[in-house]
């Protein structure tokens, strides 16, 4: 596994930008909407891995759930894995716990979360990498 991304959840993307592009000097790739999740995503690569702002795009948003419990800050960390659906079964033989439902992120890549309270307070996300991670956006 390699983590693919950290998921920052912010108010609005726009006034993230000035911290993390005009200030930490990041580069933002692209900014997009996933319905889905009801989230705008700022992609801005860092090293083998990126960072996601992520910003909600309706009240029922996950993401507006959380800004609304704590606050603006890490929002999930992202691993990506080559098979998810071998990966998931191997977990669920484990006590980390799957969050329902399943879907898809990015790139429309497969992804899938695991519960906070079974994994010390952090949602991770796995998404599919595939074998070539070269070819993964
Ligand atoms: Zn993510």
Do not use: W
């Not at 990506?80 to 990966?87: A, D, H, L, R, T």
């Amino acid at each position: 596994m390699r983590l693919d991304h950290i998921g920052i959840a912010v108010r609005s993307i726009e006034a993230a930008l000035n911290t993390y592009q005009r200030q930490l000097g990041l580069t933002v790739t692209e900014i997009v909407d996933i319905e889905e999740q009801r989230v705008r995503v700022a992609v801005l690569p860092c090293g083998e891995s990126r960072i996601e702002l992520l910003e909600p795009t309706a009240p029922d948003s996950p993401v507006q759930k959380f800004l609304d419990r704590r606050g603006e800050g890490v929002h999930h960390l992202c691993f990506g894995v080559q098979n998810i659906e071998k990966k998931l079964r191997e977990l669920q033989a484990g006590s980390l716990q799957l969050v329902e439902p399943s879907g898809r992120g990015l790139g429309d890549r497969k992804i899938a979360f695991l519960h906070p309270k079974s994994a010390h307070g952090v949602l991770i996300e796995l998404v599919e990498t595939g074998s070539n991670e070269e070819t993964s956006p």
